[in-house]
Nanobody
Framework: QVQLVESGGGLVQPGGSLRLSCAAS????????MGWYRQAPGNQRELVAA???????NYADSVKGRFTISRDNAKNTVYLQMNSLKPEDTAVYYC?????????WGQGTQVTVSS
């Protein structure tokens, strides 16, 4: 069993930055593919970025060049550095851990980009 706790969300002005963290409990973190997803009101949940156990990454086209996903296996934590934020980045951001048939989600953290 893995529990995920996100933090770092908040209110930021357009053009600003935030860093989200997702801390995982349990064992085997280094084997999991970790992903950040987001869901805005009225929209489906969408993949923002993911990082595999081998540290390969992929990003949604809408965030390429602005967001960076990284992981620290010693701290059981995955990060999402978000720069040049836009109002359309406003959403609840969720962390997800995946390994084989196992899948775990965090509770989400709100990110609001507004002046």
């Amino acid at each position: 069993q893995v529990q995920l706790v996100e933090s770092g969300g908040g209110l930021v002005q357009p053009g600003g930055s935030l860093r989200l963290s997702c801390a995982a409990s349990g064992t085997g973190f280094r084997f999991y593919t970790m992903g950040w997803y987001r869901q805005a009101p009225g929209n489906q949940r969408e993949l923002v970025a993911a990082i595999t156990s081998g540290r390969s990454t992929n990003y949604a086209d809408s965030v390429k060049g602005r967001f960076t996903i990284s992981r620290d296996n010693a701290k059981n934590t995955v990060y999402l550095q978000m720069n040049s934020l836009k109002p359309e980045d406003t959403a609840v951001y969720y962390c997800k851990a995946t390994h084989l048939a196992l899948e775990y989600w965090g509770q989400g953290t709100q990110v609001t980009v507004s002046s």
